[in-house]
């Protein structure tokens, strides 16, 4: 094993070519006083370009805040995250916000489908929140849910579908705006092994997209195989980042455990 | 988003129809009884409208045109001599006892006018010439008395022009037939000549309920009435006095107005609490979602956008519903005159504007929930 853990001492200025998420330092409590609980305690991070990027590690380790910081949806207490590099802990409230609508897609553990709008309308969120207009935003949420396996049932209810199908909606939900970073949250916790690596070959292909990089939350090993690289935590740390062979003997080892 | 925000909304339907029912409800609460408290109030002044005159005179303790307290009949002759004054007459007003065909008592509001001018005469007769009340015994009815169910009791059919009754033991021949608004008292109006009125009211030792006068051409009402108040220590009013000094006694002397508030008041409160409690759960149950639409950039200012338009569409709806079936109410059940109703367009818009606050209250207590929403609830299984 061969873990390449990020350098603390990366100037925020100097962004490593092709890096598309970095983050140092970052520092997350929850609670105050005695309740004070410590998330990450000076977390670093780093996820490129093309790459599938998988956090992993056991529960209450951090990777849902680390994520939730990186995606600009939690602010951290200390450190600095960059996307793309846009140095993100600079900007103000509303202008995570809109770096956020314009840059990243969200797939969500439980689907967070809204259960009374049909299919194509959970799809074209995204693009409405952007600014398009209805019809040619629903007309590009048909064209992804087509590509999801999900034609011809664009007026169906998300209740309607299986766990599998509804994960597919909440992907082209995150694809339809062509975003660069795609983050998702234990992706496939709530579905089968078969459809947990039907849900990972669209991700996988989604990943390959020149410029984008997705970022999943897991502890589900059966996936590992599809990362480019895994960032493996620990008591609100990263404590190893592992690419290459480092990668195949740590899904060996994994497995195997 | 907003398209969507409304099909959030239509989607869950029982939370729709709960704020909806609730809206609704208060709508109709607040402009039904208003309705009917508007028409309260005007039965109060009907007499106003019934007995058409410029100045209305009284004596000095009277604050409202229901009420009575006798005057001498030299107080005719003290007002006919005030400057400004064309013409004042006497007017008798009393409720007086009928006695129908079938022997049964009811009830009347006996109206005596001045018999060479006729002043204080119905606005519209119906049937008959108001000239024939100079005729001994003649009366002129109101379509009230002439139901069958009133002075028509014993006929089998309500009363016409020829038919007699008693007043006091003596003979009322109907001579005419006139429309007047209902008394807030409900008591049918019976006009007769003022020394025929007289003749019917039990004897006592002033008779003179009120006199009527008309300024002369070109003066001002008001100024005449202040003149004659002056010179003869008598209360006169204006039409638009009497009514003003009227409703103020109802609001201080009668509960009527307090129990209509506080109904009207309780119709805002029960739409703030139902509204409030059922848009505040819908908020709540959306919350994942909200949350999630946030994380994907959703503003506060599009979220609390979307949550108003929620809000207030479900109002405008319920207080169609509400106001319709307001309408509804006037049209059917209170087209007998009982309850009154009177349907102010004001107070439509006024109840329109106090179903949009409470939406906007409603929706409110969801905006400050989703302001403070981090919006990485939804990473949180």
């Not at chain 1, 590099?85 to 689907?111: A, D, H």
């Not at chain 2, 509001?109 to 049937?127: D, K, W």
Request: net charge positive; with cysteine; aromatic share 6%.
């Amino acid at each position: 094993m061969n873990p390449t853990v990020p350098s603390s001492k990366t100037s925020p200025q100097a962004q490593p070519v092709g890096q598309a998420v970095g983050a140092r330092g970052i520092v997350k409590a929850f609670g105050v006083g005695d309740a004070r609980t410590l998330a990450l305690k000076g977390a670093d991070f780093e996820a490129r370009e093309g790459e599938l990027h998988l956090i992993v590690g056991p529960s209450g380790c951090g990777k849902t805040t680390l994520l939730s910081v990186l995606a600009g949806t939690l602010a951290s207490d200390q450190g600095e995250v960059h996307l793309f590099g846009t140095r993100l802990t600079g900007l103000s409230t509303s202008e995570v916000t809109r770096f956020r609508c314009r840059n990243i897609g969200f797939i969500f553990q439980q689907f967070n489908l809204i259960p009374t709008l049909s299919l194509v309308e959970n799809v074209s969120v995204p693009l409405l929140l952007n600014g398009a207009g209805r019809r040619e935003a629903e007309a590009k949420a048909a064209e992804r849910l087509q590509q999801v396996g999900l034609g011809g049932r664009e007026r169906q209810l998300p209740t309607q579908l299986s766990g599998g199908q509804q994960q597919r909606v909440a992907i082209a939900r995150a694809l339809v705006h062509e975003p660069r970073l795609v983050i998702c949250d234990e992706p496939t916790s709530a579905l089968d092994s078969v459809t947990g690596h039907q849900i990972m070959d669209l991700l996988s292909g989604a990943a390959q997209a020149p410029g984008r990089c997705v970022l999943i939350v897991t502890h589900d090993p059966r996936v590992y195989g599809y990362a480019d690289r895994i960032s493996e935590m620990e008591d609100g740390r990263v404590t190893g980042v592992h690419a290459g062979e480092s990668l195949s003997s740590f899904i060996h080892s994994e497995n195997r455990s | 988003m907003f398209l969507l925000a409304l099909k959030m909304l239509l989607g869950d339907r029982a939370k729709y129809w709960m704020l909806v029912g609730g809206l609704a409800f208060s709508s109709l609460l607040m402009t039904q009884q208003y309705s009917v408290f508007q028409g309260l109030l005007s039965w109060t002044t009907s007499h106003m409208r019934n007995m058409r005159a410029s100045i209305w005179i009284v004596e000095a303790r009277v604050d409202q045109v229901n009420e009575t307290k006798a005057m001498r009949d030299t107080d005719v002759n003290r007002v006919r001599s005030v400057e400004g004054v064309d013409f004042a007459v006497p007017l008798f007003q009393g409720v007086l006892k009928a006695r129908a065909q079938d022997g049964s008592d009811k009830m009347i509001q006996m109206i005596g006018l001045h018999s060479g001018t006729l002043y204080g005469r119905p606005p519209r007769m119906i049937a008959g010439d108001i000239t024939q009340l100079r005729l001994p015994n003649a009366v002129i009815i109101d379509t009230v008395a002439a139901e069958v169910n009133r002075l028509g009791a014993g006929m089998g059919r309500p009363l016409r022009i020829g038919d007699a009754f008693e007043i006091n033991d003596r003979e009322a021949r109907v001579v005419g037939i006139c429309e007047t608004e209902r008394h807030f008292f409900g008591y049918p109006y019976v006009f007769s000549s003022y020394d025929q009125a007289l003749q019917y009211a039990p004897r006592q030792r002033k008779m003179l309920s009120m006199i009527l006068a008309e300024p002369k051409p070109g003066l001002n009402e008001a100024d005449v009435a202040q003149r004659i108040m002056k010179e003869t220590g008598l209360r006169a009013f204006t039409v638009p006095q009497l009514e003003k000094s009227t409703l103020k006694w109802v609001w201080a002397n009668t509960g009527i107005p307090i129990s209509f508030l506080t109904t009207i008041i309780l119709g805002f409160v029960v739409g703030v609490a139902v509204c409030g409690q059922t848009f505040y759960s819908f908020v709540l149950e959306n919350l994942r979602n909200l949350g999630a639409l946030k994380a994907m950039g959703a503003s506060n200012m599009l979220l609390a956008g979307m949550l108003l338009l929620q809000s207030m569409t479900v109002g405008l709806i319920g207080f169609g519903i509400g106001i319709g079936m307001t309408a509804l109410f006037g049209l059917t059940i209170a087209k007998s005159g009982q309850p009154p109703f009177l349907m102010d367009a004001a107070f439509v818009f006024e109840a329109l504007a106090a179903v949009l606050l409470i939406c906007a209250l409603a929706a409110l207590f969801g905006i400050r929930r989703v302001a403070k929403l981090e919006p990485a609830i939804v990473f949180r299984g």
